[in-house]
């Protein structure tokens, strides 16, 4: 557990614009985030995770994912270490018999220990779990918090009826904001001028995007839905670049000549999860979040939706996205954005890179990301929170 | 050398009970520690060791070990990383030839510099060094300080004459504290259910001992002898539980048919040394030491005790050491220690654990070796100590 | 980038000599330091070095070494992870394109954006470059600090035009002022009492030198010269000591057979360069660099110098360093060197070792650099510069 890695005050006092989304880098309390896919947890099944720093033991029983922290109220020990489940609904800490139910997190016996002031008295956390779109989504907040519903945490048409969705994940070396910042940077898309996808599915991929002047984004907040940041790619807001030049000669091409200019519409939402729409393909939209492992490590989990209408629809989807869309996207694409943000990670791991960076005009979509961060989001981690 | 990690005096300031305990993350000073075995040591050979943080040089000298600190006074090297040893009993370094003398710590000479002001007045610092049952004792405290004997750093009985002792050492990632603390406390028994040592000596084993009220241990605090707490392992005063339940169902059975009820008499001593009596077997005692390697490590020096009257007795309980107690008993059942001491260390090592244990009845044993430890020990050691 | 590690005002305020020198952890700024070899940087080719904690990023363009601070200004990614130069004299940064001009640092374009209120604004940091000698020399110091003669920072002799220069270069895990005074420090000899230097080149090698009263050392510090340290080799200052006692007895003998009794002048000179003559034969001079790559290691350049009369003899010398001096001298000879100071490191590490050596009289020359250092140096590192 990594418990040192805040952001001082001292940082902090001199941050102008998104303090709080500055301060969240082990990322914001109080909303849910998608911790694995259900099919890697199946019935009985108990697996670990970390989330903003917090180490939570799920289990499935009875279908149903329950998640307690792992972490024995009584000494401190994980859990997980030698998970001791003698009934259904408990599990027992292998070192002096501490019993909880996964409901509700109560200490309901000690295994040994027939008599104690404590039992039926003390708890240990639990967490919040709900599934969708075959994601198990944990609710990492405080105790006592009114759960909002998932709708508010993930993009829209996320949860359409029809969307079919597929996925992956893997690990990230970087914070989560420097994950949330390359995938919604419009001008990063210089770093896949050769990819593979371009070729593979008939891209027009221009080498930059300029924004013309104001009206570049929009920022959707509406009460009770999810809060996020769209950029504006119309022809009056943000131009397409396929030239470019240094000192006047013309040194690189961008590939102007693919049938599927895409995307049309990129949106960043809180508490961090970018959708991509219409991509890899004029079919299909792309859902990813950067979900904070600790303060240094970020869960990359991608996603592609597609609307189907039928069993058969579906099937085949599943096997478009395995065969293609996973390699030539989620891999061959995105990977590059993996090691870029791999490389950022320092310049911003001790904190000081957001007083040190030298933004400009295309950055503006970052910026106001980073103010509707600030303004909407539910709670910052704290240290107080991990431990 | 790990020169951090002591306890801040923010989180001493919030201990209730046993602050000095706390407090000593790297040990007490002034106290006797084994360090190896004397059949580790040979004449003339040189061992070095780290007791609470503190590099050591042993040297054997005409049967008798020396130990004077690991570092050369002038530039701080360690004389360790190329020992040069003229005469007898002296070392020079091997980086400028300053030689000090094994007995005292004079620096004598300085070999290639036949005149100094230095030479015949500075001294590296001396550690008294003591051997009994086979182990090398090391003193290590304040230069001046009276050494007290060394009867009064080992439990009651370990020193008897016809008291054999054989043993083993191991370095374990935990601080010594950890490893105490699972040795003495009573309901940790939970963790053996399965030990291969049960049916291997015919044990009968319950899952917890739970203490009836007041009364379940005594602290031995006799001014010129040995401080230590026992547990109280009578009727009245603890109670063996062999029946786990959980939510009224029986999930679990301890082992109540052995026809060996082990052990009667658990203690613990200054300054960190554990007598099971009798253990693991009706006939032995279990003498083992958690000796603060550093704030992170500790050496598990365990031994066995078994009464003989003869070398032919001696001799017989060496075969039956080596062929049964070490594999069934040191290795089977403590093995089953260790990973636990190493799973509770994350815990306490930013020292928030011990604010934010819960700790219950059964542990008023452990609150009171905390006591003890607090009042009784002759010196904390502090980062000053293991420059 | 090691960020941390700069030394304590608490410490630096117990310093009584040398306080600067000891402040200096990552070296002095506004120096000459060399870098690499110019035979291991060709034309067009990039190579990336880390001085003083700044990490820089070198390329030769039309025969001419330039340096870029190797950290793109806008986000801080280094540009060496994916170099893309699509016209000689600049580089873009794979990220986003922005372009950089390697004279003079100018953002001159962004490859992608065509338009940007930056463009033709912004600078990343250079570094004033010269090659002497085969050795690519890198200023590093303070924008618009006047730039100041090479041969202010380079030992005397080492630029005289017949003088030729081979070398090689290592990574040492110790701070450079470790290295430094390791080199310069005339009773380190101790250590090359068995190197298979002295028999292969016929040395006269003592134990020990010891001065004999004051007068051991001279300053050189003339205004537009070079400043420096001299070991005063006369028999009334610097005695060589062959028989080494301890107690009384002969224990071991130096080597004061061999017919080369070198070096006759040693001097040690900012920003640290150890010159020795004549070393490690009577018609060689050694010049040995204790470049600082951060706080921790240092960049060991070690150089050998033969003056030579026509090309015929610089290949003469040549064939001679590769087949005897660098395997006999700069290895054999001075791995004992390198061990030293890595052995020395921990003492010095957290930087109260400066307050806990015990220095004696053959240090007073030691002394004498850290005040010359002191006070001669243009400017100390700071955590700032590394940013």
């Known amino acids: 557990m990594e418990k040192t890695g805040f ?21 914001f309390r109080n909303h849910w985030y998608p911790a694995l896919f259900s099919k890697d947890i199946a019935e009985d099944e108990i697996k670990t995770v970390e989330l903003l720093g917090e180490k939570i033991l799920l289990k499935r029983i009875d279908g149903k ?10 000494k401190g020990v994980p859990l997980s270490r030698k ?6 609904g408990t599990i027992s800490c292998w070192y002096h018999g501490f019993t909880f139910r996964f409901e509700d997190g109560l200490l309901c016996d000690i295994v ?16 919040p779990v709900q599934e969708a779109k075959g994601l198990v989504f944990v ?10 519903d998932l709708s508010r945490d993930v993009p829209p048409k996320f949860l359409d009826e029809d969307m079919a969705i597929r996925g992956m994940a893997r ?30 599915n008939d891209l027009a991929l221009p080498l930059g995007l300029v924004p013309t002047g104001r009206g570049a984004f929009k920022v959707q907040k509406e009460e009770d839905g999810p809060k996020g940041v769209f950029d504006l790619f119309e022809p009056e807001t943000i131009r397409p670049v396929f030239q470019g030049t240094v ?3 013309e040194v690189r091409m961008g590939t102007p000549e693919g049938k599927n200019m895409l995307p049309h519409n990129i949106s960043i939402w809180l508490p961090g999860v970018l959708r991509v729409d219409p991509w890899p393909d004029p079919k299909l939209t792309q859902f990813e979040w950067y979900v904070p492992i600790d303060g240094k490590r970020h869960l990359y989990l991608q996603t592609i939706g597609c609307r189907v209408n039928s069993a058969e629809e579906e099937a085949q989807f599943d096997k478009e996205f395995e065969e293609r869309w996973k390699p030539v996207a989620l891999e061959g694409f995105n990977d590059d954005d993996i ?28 910026i106001e990301w980073r103010k509707l961060a600030s303004k909407y989001n539910r709670g910052i981690q704290t240290p107080e929170d991990i431990k």
């Open 247 to 249: 000192e006047g000669e």
């Open 83 to 88: 998970p001791e489940c003698y009934t259904k």
């Open 139 to 148: 609710f990492v907040g405080d105790e006592g918090y009114e759960v909002p």
């Open 339 to 366: 090691w870029a943000r791999e490389a950022a990670e320092d310049f911003y791991a001790d904190d000081t890179g957001w007083l040190r960076e030298q933004l400009f005009e295309p950055d503006g979509n970052i």
């Open 7 to 27: 952001v001082s005050e001292e940082i902090l006092d001199k941050i102008r614009v998104g303090k709080e989304y500055v301060a969240a880098k082990y990322g």
């Open 171 to 200: 690990e990230i070396k970087s914070n989560w904001r420097v994950g949330a910042e390359n995938g919604f940077d419009s001008t990063h898309i210089f770093i896949h001028k050769d990819s593979i996808l371009i070729e593979n």
């Open 112 to 127: 040994g220990v027939d008599k104690s002031n404590i039992i039926g008295k003390r708890h240990v956390k639990t967490y």
């Open 65 to 74: 994912v329950y998640g307690i922290k792992d972490q024995c109220i009584h």
